[in-house]
Structure formats: C-alpha cells, structure tokens
Nanobody
C-alpha cells in the first residue's frame, strides 16, 4: 500500500500561483508513475499532469505552460507548481500513484480561483 497526503491548496485570485505538495509513504517505489488529477463540481475527474519514473512529464492541454510537475525521490514528494491560475482551474486536486494495475489516491485538496 502507498499513502498519499496532499497539502498546499487554498484560495487565490486569477493570475495567482499555488504550490501543491504530495507526501508519499508506505511501500513507495521509484518506478511508480505519479501525477495530479482534479475534479470540478459536476465534472469527471481528469488528469492534470503525470511524471514517468524516468522523469518525463505529461500535461493536459489546458495547463501546459502554466503548471509544472516535479518529484523528489529522496523526500518521497511530488509537487505541482501552478502559475497564471484561472477560475476554470477551480477543483479538488488529487495526488495519484500508479504501479502496474494498482492505483493509489490522496484525499484531495481544494483549489479555488476567484476574485
């Protein structure tokens, strides 16, 4: 089992920045695919950014150029730096870890972008 705990959510004005962090614990492997998903009210959960074990990032088109995913294997953390935030980025953000067919999720952290 892998435990994921998110932090760093909050309320920010349009154009602002937030930094989300995910602390990984338990049976953590360096070969897991890690990432961030989000779910807005009334919408399906969607992938925001993922990071392969080799360090290759993949971003949703809606966040390219604004969000950056990174990981620190020594500290077992995954970070999502979000810049130039828009109201449509408002959602609950979830940390995710994938190992073969096993998926692990954090409890989520709310991000609200509003003036």
């Amino acid at each position: 089992q892998v435990q994921l705990v998110e932090s760093g959510g909050g309320r920010v004005q349009p154009g602002g920045s937030l930094r989300l962090s995910c602390a990984r614990s338990g049976n953590v492997w360096p070969y897991d695919v890690v990432g961030w998903y989000r779910q807005a009210p009334g919408k399906q959960r969607e992938s925001v950014a993922t990071l392969s074990p080799g360090g290759v990032p993949n971003y949703a088109d809606s966040v390219k150029g604004r969000f950056t995913i990174s990981s620190d294997n020594a500290k077992n953390t995954v970070t999502l730096q979000m810049n130039s935030l828009k109201p449509e980025d408002t959602a609950v953000y979830y940390c995710h870890s994938l190992r073969f067919e096993d998926q692990f999720w954090g409890q989520g952290t709310q991000v609200t972008v509003s003036s």
